[in-house]
């Protein structure tokens, strides 16, 4: 009786995973602006057609990764403040800064969150 009870009580803890928070944004957007500012000549991108560059890291499975930019946790915010300022985020990389738009960026990272 009393392993069952203990049992009960720690199945009552036991929480499902919560469903990842939606990814704002406009995934075809962003795939199409990913294209737009040459992303693709410096990274593989999965999906994006030319993406072949060998200068900057792969972005497969960019959304799956628990570090971004060397060194920041992989969120939303993160990751769209990285490609909005990149040496703002992380000074030590050579990734340029493109210019991107704050509404651009979230598109962009709408995409990269395909990227499982």
């Given at each position: 009786?009393?392993?069952?009870?203990?049992?009960?009580?720690l199945?009552?803890a036991c929480?499902?995973?919560?469903?990842?928070?939606?990814?704002?944004?406009?995934?075809?957007?962003g795939k199409?602006l990913?294209e737009?500012?040459?992303?693709?000549s410096?990274?593989?991108?999965?999906?994006?057609?030319?993406?072949?560059?060998?200068?900057?890291?792969?972005?497969?499975?960019v959304?799956?990764?628990?570090?971004?930019?060397?060194?920041?946790?992989?969120?939303?915010?993160?990751?769209?403040?990285?490609?909005?300022?990149?040496?703002?985020?992380?000074?030590?990389?050579v990734?340029?800064?493109?210019?991107?738009?704050?509404?651009?960026?979230?598109?962009?990272?709408a995409?990269?969150?395909?990227l499982?």
């Amino acid at each position: 009786m009393k392993r069952t009870l203990i049992l009960i009580l720690l199945l009552a803890a036991c929480k499902r995973p919560e469903a990842a928070a939606p990814v704002a944004g406009d995934a075809n957007r962003g795939k199409q602006l990913i294209e737009q500012y040459g992303c693709n000549s410096c990274h593989i991108v999965p999906g994006v057609e030319g993406a072949k560059g060998m200068v900057g890291p792969s972005l497969e499975h960019v959304a799956s990764r628990q570090i971004i930019a060397s060194k920041l946790p992989n969120s939303q915010p993160n990751m769209t403040a990285y490609i909005l300022n990149p040496q703002m985020t992380n000074p030590d990389n050579v990734m340029p800064n493109l210019g991107v738009k704050p509404d651009e960026a979230r598109d962009i990272v709408a995409y990269l969150y395909t990227l499982k």
